[in-house]
C-alpha cells in the first residue's frame, strides 16, 4: 500500500478527544489533525514523538493532517486501523497466506452471524467458504512480543464467537491479525488486559476457528506486509 501523495514529518504534541492531535510542522508551524484510530493506542502517544501524516485538500474536511504513522521503539508503526484490511486483502492476493489460497473469489464486507459483517469471504474452486475477519495490531510492551488487544473489546469478543460458529457449520474461519510494524516476530493476546477476549479466542480456537499473524514493512513511502509470524498462546486461560 503506497502513499500518495507522500507523508509529511511533525512532531507530536499530544492525541486528544480519542480523533484528535496537535503537532508541529518541521518548520514550526501548529496544525490540528485527525486520528483514525479511536483505540487506547497505548505507547504510541508520547509527547514529542515523530509522526507522519497524510494531508487532504477536499472541501468536505474538517482537517487537513491525517494521523498515519508514529516512531516509537525505534521503529514506524502505523496506526490507521482502516489499513489493516486493504494490508491484508494484498497479502491474500498476493498468496502471502498459503494456507488462504486457492480460492476463486473475494468478496468484501459480507453480512454473516447475527449482526456482523465478515472483512472477507473466500469461496469457490471447489472449497468450502472461509470467513477471514481481520484485526489490526500496534501495541507493543515486550521487546519483540506484539499484543492484541490493547485495551478492552467486546465487539472483538463476539466476532470470534460467530466465527466459531461458522466454523461448527462446516465452513473455515479465520483470525488474521495485521500487525504494523516490523519488530516484532510474534503475537500474544493480552489477557491481562481483555481476559473475555482471550477467552473467546481459547473457546473459538476449540471450535474450529484458525489465525494468522501477518508482519508489515513501515516506511513513510508504504507499509506492506512482509511475512507471517508466530502466535504464542502462553498465558492465556484454561477451557
Given at each position: 500500500m503506497l502513499f500518495d501523495p507522500p507523508l509529511?514529518?511533525?512532531?507530536?504534541?499530544?492525541?486528544?478527544?480519542?480523533?484528535?492531535?496537535?503537532?508541529?510542522?518541521d518548520d514550526g508551524t501548529p496544525v490540528t489533525g485527525?486520528?483514525?484510530?479511536?483505540?487506547?493506542?497505548?505507547?504510541?502517544?508520547?509527547?514529542?514523538?515523530?509522526?507522519?501524516?497524510?494531508v487532504h485538500?477536499?472541501?468536505?474536511?474538517?482537517?487537513?493532517?491525517?494521523?498515519?504513522?508514529?516512531?516509537?521503539?525505534?521503529?514506524?508503526?502505523?496506526?490507521?486501523?482502516?489499513?489493516?484490511?486493504r494490508i491484508a486483502e494484498e497479502a491474500l492476493v498476493?498468496?502471502?497466506?498459503?494456507?488462504?489460497?486457492?480460492?476463486?473469489?473475494?468478496?468484501?464486507?459480507?453480512?454473516?452471524?447475527?449482526?456482523?459483517?465478515?472483512?472477507?469471504?473466500?469461496s469457490g474452486s471447489g472449497r468450502h467458504n472461509c470467513y477471514v475477519e481481520v484485526k489490526n495490531v500496534h501495541f507493543m510492551r515486550?521487546?519483540?512480543?506484539?499484543?492484541f488487544p490493547d485495551t478492552v473489546t467486546t465487539r472483538g469478543a463476539r466476532h470470534l464467537e460467530e466465527l466459531g460458529d461458522m466454523a461448527e457449520a462446516g465452513h473455515r474461519a479465520v483470525m488474521l491479525y495485521v500487525v504494523q510494524r516490523q519488530d516484532c516476530d510474534r503475537l500474544r493476546l493480552c489477557s491481562d488486559l481483555d481476559p473475555r477476549y482471550a477467552a473467546a479466542f481459547r473457546r473459538a480456537a476449540?471450535?474450529?476457528?484458525?489465525?494468522?499473524?501477518?508482519?508489515?514493512?513501515?516506511?513513510?513511502?508504504e507499509i506492506v506486509a512482509t511475512d507471517l509470524i508466530a502466535m504464542d498462546e502462553a498465558g492465556l486461560p484454561a477451557l
Open positions: 509529511v514529518r511533525a512532531t507530536l504534541v499530544q492525541r486528544y478527544k480519542r480523533f484528535l492531535f496537535d503537532a508541529l510542522l485527525f486520528c483514525p484510530n479511536t483505540g487506547s493506542m497505548r505507547g504510541l502517544t508520547t509527547p514529542g514523538s515523530p509522526i507522519w501524516m497524510s485538500d477536499s472541501p468536505t474536511r474538517k482537517y487537513r493532517h491525517m494521523l498515519e504513522m508514529v516512531e516509537a521503539d525505534g521503529t514506524l508503526v502505523g496506526i490507521n486501523a482502516a489499513f489493516a484490511n498476493a498468496g502471502l497466506v498459503p494456507d488462504l489460497g486457492g480460492y476463486g473469489r473475494l468478496r468484501r464486507e459480507q453480512r454473516y452471524g447475527a449482526r456482523s459483517r465478515i472483512d472477507f469471504l473466500l515486550a521487546l519483540g512480543l506484539a499484543e476449540a471450535r474450529g476457528v484458525e489465525a494468522y499473524v501477518l508482519r508489515c514493512r513501515v516506511t513513510p513511502q
